[in-house]
């Protein structure tokens, strides 16, 4: 049973080709030393060399199916014994040892990726896929490694056509769904069952890396609805993290995941999972990444306008400005989250809730000073920080109306008008740096081949990087404060620009260019946004 342990996990591979190379007579020089003997370097250069001589060795097709035929008899072999002596598993232990160390032999598949449709016409990955459910978890986890080599990314983009013929069979055999049967029968307490869950999320990571339509399909057979539980759990591990980056993963490649995750609950979790770090910060980096992949995964789950009720009425408004107000690491995803949140119409019952719950306490400060220290900013660059308290000052100015939106309004009032003050200066600043980048735009020499269209969208990608759409969204708040009807905003913004030697015109001309991007359509949510601007517009 030891002998066997070792083996499961490979510590004896080296030392039988060791013996086996002595009895072949294929080491050139006389081996003086046993196995045991050797030193660490001398075991490790001989590994290598093993590792050499392996990779040097073709296969072809009649390799393959070589390998899964032996593969397929040894498993039924192992399946007689089982059902034969179902009480004594003594009698079919060696049958289990040898087909586990032909599940190793089989790891050989991953180097030879140009022979994957051989294996498919072979049977081998209807075998592979069915071994997953073997009542030995040792097998069973063998089997997870061997998949999880097989469908490597990195191997299956040396040879993508093939690579599209292992997915499409792994898809006819249902793996997904044996996949989740897999992480439910496995006991985390048991370290080798705890690295295999980890690999087995691996496994559906590369899947939906090579085709990410499987995304979809990891959902339909319940892969997303474990995930959801196991980020329940409330203590940090290794595998909470994964399930973390593959709940994002799901998310942002598949667009119907989005819409069905509300229905499972899944904002809800998210939101259960996060309210552990509103007032402290995590411990480790690795739960900081964590924490940071949840972020991410409630903002792409907000993109579907149906979660923003889900997400109100479970608290995730009041949740982010508490955020906010406590100033811990969770403060800048949590802007991130607002900024997703607010936005657009189905954003306009969230902006009410944000000014009801004294979100503009929280909001301003963010607003009158950005952190010095990224660390701070978590991990947010300055114009980032920007971008996002803007965009979230924004929203609140187009979805809030009557009595929220005076209190907005006075906002910029209040203290002698010391929030015009850093309007001003935001504006001034951004506009600076898109005026510097016209500059370059047009001293720039032609690309050649380069036709018209080419050229205008290099140019406006040039400017969005020198913060053209931030400035956009500055000179949004600009044209809504200052034709609020308080005659001191409009007042103070004409004096500092007058100091500066400015006028309001450039406010005019972005939002001009800004009013042209929204597209066109009478009854469309645009046209009426573009109305709106034009009227405000008119108002200077």
């Not at 949004?476 to 001191?488: D, E, M, P, Q, R």
């Amino acid at each position: 049973k030891q002998w066997y342990q070792r083996r499961v996990r490979g510590a004896v591979d080296a030392e039988d080709d060791y013996e086996h190379m002595l009895k072949k007579k294929t080491v050139e020089a006389p081996v003086k030393k046993t196995y045991e003997e050797m030193t660490d370097e001398e075991r490790l250069a001989l590994v290598m060399e093993l590792d050499e001589d392996r990779a040097g060795d073709e296969m072809d097709e009649t390799g393959m199916k070589k390998l899964v035929g032996n593969l397929e008899r040894k498993h039924a072999k192992n399946q007689e014994l089982r059902i034969k002596h179902g009480d004594a598993p003594e009698k079919f232990m060696e049958s289990e040892i040898e087909l586990h160390v032909e599940i190793g032999n089989c790891m050989v598949m991953a180097t030879q990726p140009h022979l994957y449709p051989a294996l498919v016409q072979a049977g081998g990955i209807k075998l592979i896929v069915s071994l997953l459910s073997h009542p030995n978890s040792d097998i069973a986890l063998g089997v997870v490694d061997l998949l999880h080599e097989i469908t490597d990314p990195d191997i299956i983009s040396e040879a993508l056509e093939e690579g599209v013929v292992l997915v499409g069979a792994l898809v006819k055999c249902e793996v997904m769904s044996v996949l989740v049967q897999v992480l439910e029968g496995l006991d985390e307490k048991n370290e080798d069952e705890a690295k295999g869950l980890h690999n087995v999320l691996g496994i559906a990571e590369n899947l939906v890396e090579a085709d990410p339509e499987m995304a979809h399909l990891a959902f339909k057979h319940g892969l997303l609805v474990w995930i959801l539980n196991r980020l329940k759990v409330r203590s940090f591990d290794p595998n909470k993290l994964y399930c973390s980056e593959l709940l994002a993963v799901l998310l942002q490649s598949s667009t119907p995941n989005r819409a069905e995750l509300g229905m499972i609950e899944g904002i809800d979790t998210m939101l259960q999972a996060l309210a552990m770090y509103k007032r402290r910060n995590p411990q480790l980096a690795e739960e900081q990444e964590m924490v940071h992949n949840l972020f991410d995964s409630l903002c792409l789950s907000l993109l579907h306008a149906g979660n923003r009720e889900i997400f109100l009425k479970g608290e995730g408004v009041e949740l982010m400005v508490l955020m906010l107000r406590e100033k811990k690491m969770s403060r800048p995803p949590a802007l991130k989250v607002l900024n997703f949140a607010l936005q657009g119409d189905e954003g306009i019952n969230c902006c009410a809730k944000f000014v009801d719950v004294y979100g503009l306490r929280s909001l301003f400060p963010c607003f009158m000073k950005t952190p010095g220290k990224k660390v701070k900013r978590g991990g947010f660059s300055e114009f980032e920080w920007v971008e996002h308290v803007s965009s979230i000052i924004s929203h609140l100015l187009r979805n809030c109306s009557g009595s929220q939106l005076q209190r907005l309004v006075n906002k910029f009032v209040e203290d002698d008008h010391l929030k015009v003050d850093r309007l001003v200066e935001l504006h001034l600043f951004y506009l600076g740096r898109v005026r510097a980048a016209d500059k370059e735009i047009e001293d720039e020499d032609e690309v050649e081949d380069e036709d018209e269209g080419e050229r205008e969208e290099r140019a406006y990608m040039k400017r969005l990087d020198a913060g053209l759409f931030t400035l956009q969204r500055l000179d949004y708040i600009i044209l809504s404060v200052y034709t609020a009807g308080i005659g001191s905003i409009s007042g103070r913004v004409k004096q500092l620009l007058g100091l500066k030697g400015e006028t309001i015109e450039p406010v005019r001309e972005v939002m001009k260019e800004y009013v042209g991007s929204l597209g066109d359509g009478e009854n469309s949510k645009a046209a009426e946004e573009k109305q709106n601007i034009h009227h405000m517009i008119n108002q200077l």
